[in-house]
């Protein structure tokens, strides 16, 4: 507290008693009517008096939060889209070179999700996860950064949501996400050790009824919190584009798609399109996803604003982390956002 120049106008007595008041609500937590009774005057006046040391800077108030986190944009994308949670981080000036995630160095155009998306994701994941959740993991280079932030879980299980992006890559990818989770946390782990997308519908069925991919299936009904990441359909930005063949990505293109979230395809309004492909993957269904009560998506920089904008719009999830790039992006956007994060009720029928 300070007293600025307006708040001079005021006698001596009316700044001291205005300064004790305000030391006693706002320092020491004590309410208006305790106050009343200390200085012999009614809470109207204690409310009065409070209201206008305000008014004239003898009291200012300010609200911090760590200087990576944006508050006004993290209100403003939370309203826009009815999200239960929305956290915006600072954008970084530079990006790096190298993709952590052991998948080949990437320019600045083409970089993955800003690492400290995943280190807010991980402290977010500390507040929402409650002893005995379960937790699910979708692939994705977001949910791997958080995974490896992790410092603290309480005890809860761990599973694997998809399959991996390759499988040469899995102990750097997902399994080790799982299992990094359910160390921090001491529960148990249930990876996936199988590729996420599978040749044909008959090899992911057979892979599905396998003993231990079908045991981390059956905890997909139990799964109460998740983490999944978002990709654009472009090079680079999404690992299900980069796994198709040119002939599948043209086809897929021309049904309008514009996002995809596990191996889940969606147009520029949400709606789920290229539903064959998932006949082809090991994940999580939308209508499982869609029954899981905190789904936590973790994406960001510029090109993937409208895929953002566009999973969001689907329901499917209920949280966001993003920063700062994509939040104006999307803040920015000009087309009604009706459907509603929270309203979890499917557009389409998925």
């Known amino acids: 507290m300070s007293a600025g120049r307006s708040a001079l106008r005021m006698g ?6 205005a300064a004790a008041m305000a030391r006693r609500f706002y320092l020491e937590g004590k309410s208006k009517i305790q106050i009343a009774e200390e200085f012999g ?15 004239r800077d003898l009291v200012r108030i300010e609200i911090r939060v760590p200087a990576e986190l944006d508050a006004e944009r993290s209100d403003a994308l939370r ?8 956290v915006v981080v600072e954008s970084p ?3 790096g070179p190298a993709d952590p995630a052991g998948l080949g160095a990437l320019g600045e155009e083409e970089s993955p ?19 005995g959740d379960v937790l699910g993991l979708a692939w994705g280079r977001s949910t791997i950064h958080m995974a490896a932030a992790l410092d603290r879980l309480p005890p809860c299980t761990v599973v694997q949501l998809t399959g991996v992006y390759d499988a040469g890559t899995a102990e750097r990818g997902s399994v080790e996400a799982v299992r990094r989770a359910a160390q921090v946390s001491g529960g148990e782990a249930h990876p996936i050790y199988a590729p996420m997308l599978l040749p044909d519908p008959a090899t992911a069925a057979a892979l599905r009824n396998q003993t231990g991919i079908a045991r981390a299936f059956e905890y997909f009904d139990k799964v109460t919190v998740a983490a999944v990441s978002i990709g654009s359909w472009e090079p680079g930005i999404s690992t299900v584009h980069d796994m198709l063949s040119d002939e599948e990505r043209r086809h897929y293109a021309s049904l309008g798609v514009a996002a995809e979230m596990s191996a889940h395809l969606f147009d520029a309004d949400g709606r789920r399109v290229g539903r064959d492909l998932g006949e082809r ?9 869609r029954r899981i009560p905190e789904v936590v998506a973790i ?3 510029r090109r993937k604003a409208d895929a953002i904008d566009a999973v969001l719009r689907s329901g499917l999830v209920t949280s966001l982390v993003t920063d700062t790039a994509a939040a104006d992006r999307l803040l920015q956007g000009t087309r009604p ?11 389409d029928g998925a």
């Open 113 to 131: 999700d800003p690492e400290n998306l995943g280190e807010v994701a991980a402290d977010l994941l500390g507040e929402l996860v409650a002893e």
């Open 41 to 55: 005057v009614s809470r109207f006046k204690v409310a009065r008096v409070l209201e206008t040391a305000l008014e």
């Open 12 to 17: 001596p007595a009316e700044l001291v008693q």
């Open 93 to 95: 000036t530079a990006v």
């Open 337 to 347: 956002t009706t459907a509603h994060a929270l309203d979890r009720r499917d557009p």
């Open 281 to 289: 993957c090991i994940t999580v269904e939308a209508d499982r996803l």
């Open 299 to 301: 994406a960001g920089g």
């Open 79 to 86: 309203a826009r889209y009815g999200l239960r949670h929305a």
